[in-house]
Structure formats: C-alpha cells, structure tokens
C-alpha cells in the first residue's frame, strides 16, 4: 500500500514538475512574488505577466528575489509586486510613447535604463501599460539604420571619389584613406564622425590640433555631426589629399613646426 502511494505522488510530482516547465514559471520564486500580497496585486501581475509574453516569444522572463524582470538582449521591463499594487519600471525608450503621460521617472533611478516607473492598483489600468510594452518592443527590435553609419558611409564615397589612386585600409583607429600617404582617418563616435586630417590651411578656424599619435602627422581634427558638415570638411580633405603628394621630409618639418614654434 506504501509502495502504490509513493508512486501516484512520485507520478502527480512529475505532472506538476512537467507543467511548471510548459508554462515555463518557476513556482517557488513564484510564490515567493506574490507571498503575503492582496488579491488585487497578484491579479494584477498575472494579468500583465501573461500579456507581457504573449506580446514576442522572444521576451525573457527572469524572475529575481524581490521583482520580475523581462528581456531581450538587456532588460526591458521589471516588475515589483507590492501589497496592493505593481510598481512597473520601464526602458527609457518608451517615454516617447507615454502621450498620456503616466511614466514618471523614478527617484534613485534617473541615470538607470529602467529609469520610467508607474504604479497601478486596478485592472483598467493594464491596457494603456501593454500598448506601451508593445510599442517599446516592436521600437526595440525592428531593424533600423544607424544615423551615424549613413553619415560614415557617404562620408567614405565621397573621399574614395576623389582620385582612383586613393586607396582604404581598416585600422584599429578607424578606416584609413591613402595616396601616396596616409591623408585622412575617419573613426565614429556616438555623436558622429571623427575626422582626422594632415596640417592643411585653415582659414576659417573650424579644424582643431589633437595631440600626438601613431599616426602622425596627421594632427588636425573635425566632428561631423550631420550631412551639411560634410560639406563643410571636404574641401579641407581635398587639400590633406593635395599635401599627401608632398616629400614626407617636408609633411615632417610641418608637423614639428606646428608642434613646436614659439
């Protein structure tokens, strides 16, 4: 008799063990969640949990000791369950699709990714929230073009259209534009393209001096920001092509007297 009860409970243990791995919730950190929490608070997290995943399989629920948190490749969204209510923290992203303005930010969290917060204490309120789960989602993982990369690659055409004898080589530094020498190097930033040029005539004071390095002399510097500076730059890599062409001796006295004239 001993034997049969060991083996429905070992039987009704893999059930349980089985469905927990269906609905892919983890049961003890579950109960750990919502433990001690009013009706209203664990219907609400149920709620926006099932409709938080059925939004992309691709969004990853974790949970931790205190909260929730769902992710891609970095987390998204977490989730606090309080006594009556869910605390709800947000990538920041999703503020541009708060038009009724219900994300506040989150005291101790302003330089935080999840730095967006909003509580809510009834079901009427989770609509709203998962159009913008939705919205910051679908913001998330569409594919979209770096403004910087554009900025990069017309930046590149445009050099490389100068002469057939300018060659490029990738470098740790950034991409490298030769003629007979090295005449210019282009390295993206997050605010844009860094350009670094040979001692050309500046006129318009628009060119900066960078301090030494290994490519020397090439000692001049410029950010460009957005398409009107490329207009603005080129004419001054034009003339870095022009002094490419030049005896290196001479490139050479250039640079020291840029460095160190009194």
Known sequence: MTNNIDV???????????????????????????????????NLFDEFDKQILDISNDIIRNYLIKNVVYKLNKKIIEVQVNQSDILISFYK????FDYKNKLLIRKGYENSSLCYFVKINNLE????????????????TESKTNPIDELFNALSIKINA????VTSHTTN???????????????KKK????IRLLNVDDDNNILNIVGRTNYEPLCRYFKVLNENDI???????????????FNPIDLKNNFIELYYSE
Do not use: H
């Open 93 to 96: 992203d999703i503020k541009q």
């Open 173 to 187: 530094k950034g991409l490298m534009f030769r003629n007979k020498r090295n005449f210019t190097i282009l390295s």
């Open 191 to 194: 605010y844009g393209i860094y």
């Open 125 to 140: 309120e989770l609509p709203y929230i998962i159009k913008l789960c939705k919205e910051l989602y679908f913001f998330l």
């Open 8 to 42: 429905i409970s070992n039987i009704d243990t893999e059930s349980s063990e089985r469905k927990t791995k269906i609905l892919n919730v983890d049961t003890s950190c579950y109960e750990n969640i919502i433990y001690n929490k009013k009706e209203i608070a664990k």
């Open 231 to 245: 207009e603005v730059i080129m004419p001054y890599i034009i003339k870095s092509y022009e002094l490419s062409k």
């Open 162 to 165: 100068i002469s057939s004898s």
